[in-house]
């Protein structure tokens, strides 16, 4: 859509250059307008990037964020639009409908590649969602600073009381109505296209914010970079169940890990 957005607005200008401009004077310089049309969305991206890179030195990694940075969301979202444009990715959404809308969620979902979060911030943008995820990805550059004024969390899991920590802070930005929070529990991305085990501790987030879980469940992701230059990659992304907040805070969270588990086992058709 961003890059749809991009062409739209440097087709007009490039239109608008043929009009006004006596440079076209017919077939042989339709070439112009073309040029500029392609090198106006070459520089919007561009535009994005610096502005990106601008805003990104203005954040503070080195401590949670006190409220949602709209304009960091925003710009997540691009990326994950530009992404998902550029390696010509198929949505294909199912479930939608059960997520909650008036209520704060954490959503579990297995971990195919490193597009599922850019798909998800393409595709679930009104559900304002921030991730948790592993340090080296918050540690990018821009990208990270970014990503974390977004909402966007590390969690170091070779280290307990990182991890609570990470967990807590997590649940705050729930209760607090900054954003919903999205985790794999694998904790990585499967390389074998096998489910790997859950982590139970996963969600204690949504026990301590006293919110619901939504199960999701994502295929297609580990074939984007190897098919994108062959056609479009088919991505599914089906939302499996939503588990109420009531049934989260009086189960045990490795009863909640194996039912999700379970639930995208089957979906996925193990």
Known sequence: MVLLIFFIISAAASVLYAVLSDGVSG?????????????????????????????????????????????????????????????RIRPHLSGLEKIPTDRRFL??????????????????????????????????PVIGHIAYGAGCLIINRENNREALKTIITASEYMLK??????????????????????????????????????????????????GFLKGRSDVYLDILDVIPEEKVCSSKTAELAEYSRNLILGSLGH
Not at 29 to 40: A, E, M
Not at 181 to 196: A, D, N, V, Y
Request: aromatic fraction near 8%; proline fraction near 5%.
């Open 27 to 87: 077939i042989a310089d339709i070439w112009k307008p073309l040029l500029l049309c392609l090198g106006g969305v070459v520089g919007l991206v561009i535009v994005y990037l610096l502005i990106a890179a601008v805003v990104s030195l203005f954040i503070d990694r080195s401590r949670p964020i006190r409220r949602k940075l709209g304009i960091c969301r925003l710009f997540c979202y691009m990326a994950g639009s530009i992404v998902c444009s550029v390696t």
């Open 107 to 140: 959503l579990v979902c297995n971990h195919r590649s490193g597009y599922d979060p850019m798909f998800m911030l393409a595709n679930l943008w009104k559900y304002d969602m921030a991730f948790v995820s592993k340090p080296s990805n918050i540690a990018i």
């Open 177 to 226: 109505d900054m954003c919903s929070m999205c985790i794999f529990p694998e904790g990585t991305r499967s390389k074998t296209g096998e489910l790997g085990p859950f982590h139970a501790g996963s969600f204690k987030i949504a026990q301590k914010a006293k919110s619901p879980v939504v199960v999701a469940s994502i295929r297609g992701t580990e074939s984007v970079k190897k």
